[in-house]
């Protein structure tokens, strides 16, 4: 499931990507997105930690994207806030580890029916960029108005 962490960190990121020439501070964005202020201020760091924003400080200060929208991929976001893409341990790739109860992991129909529900998770999230999810919702808004 996705954390509310993500949900936020998706949704900021949308706003800056369709406000790309301009700079938003921490506030605008929680406004906007309808996003705890407090949550919101630790999402913009780990954010701006891993190369996604650039900010400013001072009264005309805010945040912006460092890198272009069409750059920053579903997966890469999902597993900056959330780690393991995976729904169980013994089928992730950069977060594995065995599962207690499992007495032979290499026959292991669990291990490998998530592997591949994993692998195909990845593959939607890492096709899906920022810049995407901006056009599929000014797509959607506009089957709305029709």
Do not use: W
Request: with cysteine; hydrophobic share 40%; glycine share 4%.
């Amino acid at each position: 499931m996705l954390s509310k962490k993500v949900k936020y960190a998706i949704k900021a990121l949308i706003l800056l990507g369709k406000n790309s020439d301009v700079e938003l501070n921490a506030s605008k964005i929680a406004d906007t997105e309808r996003i705890p202020k407090k949550s919101l201020d630790v999402i913009l760091i780990e954010l701006k930690n891993a190369g996604y924003l650039q900010s400013r400080k001072g009264t005309s200060g805010g945040y912006s994207l460092r890198i272009p929208a069409e750059q920053i991929t579903m997966d890469k976001i999902v597993r900056l806030i959330d780690g393991p893409i995976a729904r169980v341990y013994c089928a992730s790739i950069f977060h594995y580890h065995k599962c207690d109860e499992c007495h032979d992991e290499a026959t292991c129909s669990i291990k490998r029916l998530y592997a591949a529900v994993r692998d195909q998770e990845v593959k939607m999230l890492a096709a899906t960029s920022i810049a995407d999810m901006i056009q599929k919702e000014i797509h959607l808004k506009q089957l709305t108005i029709s």
